[in-house]
């Protein structure tokens, strides 16, 4: 037995280790991935799986998440401008920390009052997009008898931004095509779902007296790729010593080193979505191991707030329902012999397409489920999840017995769907996909519906 254990323990390190490496030659690779959710688009050849024989798509329905934007305020490097500011006064500062701390103060400066608007790279991912999807399908908006393009949107102005650049993408091919635009509070009831849902059997949340709440201490526990022990968790010994003249004496002045290094890195994660300034932080600062430090915690957060985890997906999956009902509502309208609509297309956030996918069962490649705080370890990466406008695109094919077929598409590649089966591919009978749609809804309530907790 005590062999059996330590074979099965040598097994989860080998494992999570061999996790740990995979995840850090991502960041490798692509340096910008650390951002996690706030990674830009990015996007893959695609691969059409031929339709069966006598099917042609003629309607197609959408849900994109909105493109690359600026943080949703300019706070984010608090930490590292008055750390910079206070070494650069005592003349602690290289070159190359000066430099550093210079373009720290464009990235925050860049921001001021742009906080959450869509940046220029945002606008491009839509436009692509939208190309890509006008090339792939043009016969769906070449059809005469189907002019109808109706979109929604979140009322959050970045998601209406990238509604125009969508639309107008499409537009440019297709000007006969008819548009209609939406944003309004009652279409967020699917749009943008909230996610926090109480059960209704649950007695009320007891009121608390802020002056006296403390927040709820965290499990303790090793952090994600953890080296040696060092002062404090990581030891930044190696990134400091480029930027700084003195390193004892810039320890004194900083202190516990972590948040002001945090704060660098959150305003290297921007780079990326602020392209047209040039600027450069990941790469010339930071090794892989030291970005896969501050991604893994985000990353596993992520996957626990709004994907399927083992804590929070029954949460995620009852809350989402809304959504998948309206893909259901409007596809049985499109599908009517007498519909003119081409395609429907939403546009929202990050916190309802990744919790649609989950409730489809999507949101992991390999449809498992796991405790989030293994997300990282089980190949679960939130840069490839749900980066900047993340979508899914449901496309409808039509032959001529009036026969309806569905494939699924996240972030433009096909996907199959666990729990049923295709007719051919990727592709699958709408009716059959339809009531595996109704079930995993019914499925979702089920917790919601079960007898008063005891307490």
Request: charge should be positive; charged fraction near 20%.
């Amino acid at each position: 037995m005590k062999r059996l254990f330590a074979f099965s323990l040598l097994m989860a390190l080998g494992l999570s280790l061999g996790a740990q490496e995979a995840a850090v030659r991502l960041l490798a690779e692509n340096p910008d991935r650390a951002a996690n959710n706030m990674h830009s688009y990015e996007f893959n050849p695609i691969h059409d799986t031929p339709a069966p024989r006598g099917f042609k798509p003629f309607y197609i329905s959408h849900y994109g998440r909105h493109g690359s934007r600026y943080e949703l305020n300019s706070t984010f490097a608090r930490a590292a401008q008055a750390g910079f500011a206070q070494l650069d006064t005592l003349g602690l500062l290289t070159e190359s920390g000066r430099a550093l701390y210079a373009d720290v103060e464009k990235i925050v400066e860049a921001h001021k009052g742009m906080e959450g608007s869509l940046t220029p790279r945002g606008a491009r991912e839509h436009r692509m997009i939208a190309a890509r999807m006008a090339d792939r399908y043009p016969g769906i908006f070449k059809n005469r008898n189907r002019q109808e393009v109706n979109s929604f949107s979140s009322t959050s102005f970045r998601c209406i931004v990238s509604m125009c650049n969508f639309t107008n993408s499409l537009q440019d091919k297709f000007p006969k095509q008819q548009f209609t635009f939406t944003s309004a509070e009652r279409f967020m009831s699917y749009i943008n779902p909230s996610l926090n849902i109480r059960r209704p059997n649950d007695p009320p949340p007891q009121p608390r007296n802020p002056a006296s709440y403390t927040r709820p201490q965290q499990p303790q526990g090793p952090r994600p790729y953890e080296p040696a022990p060092g002062t404090p968790g990581y030891d930044f010994t190696r990134f400091l010593t480029p930027l700084v003249t003195d390193l004892p004496a810039a320890l004194r002045v900083l202190g516990n080193p972590e948040p002001f290094v945090r704060a660098i890195f959150n305003a290297g994660g921007l780079c990326q979505l602020i392209d047209f300034m040039g600027i450069e932080i990941y790469r010339k600062y930071f090794t892989p191991e030291e970005l896969a430090y501050f991604w893994a915690p985000g990353n596993d957060s992520i996957y626990r707030s709004w994907a399927g985890s083992l804590e929070n997906g029954d949460v995620i999956r009852y809350a989402i329902r809304p959504l998948l009902l309206d893909f259901i509502e409007k596809a049985d309208a499109a599908i009517r012999p007498d519909s003119h609509r081409a395609a429907d297309l939403r546009f929202g956030h990050d916190t309802s397409v990744l919790p649609l996918f989950a409730l489809l069962g999507a949101d992991d490649p390999q449809g498992r489920i796991h405790p989030y705080r293994e997300a990282h370890l089980h190949g679960w990466y939130a840069f490839f999840q749900v980066p900047m406008a993340t979508n899914c695109q449901m496309v409808f094919y039509r032959n001529r017995e009036d026969e309806i077929l569905t494939k699924i598409l996240y972030n433009e590649q096909e996907i199959r769907i666990p729990g049923i089966e295709p007719v051919s591919g990727p592709y699958y009978r709408w009716e059959d996909l339809k009531a595996h749609f109704l079930r995993l809804c019914e499925k979702a309530a089920e917790p919601w519906n079960r007898p008063p907790r005891r307490h």
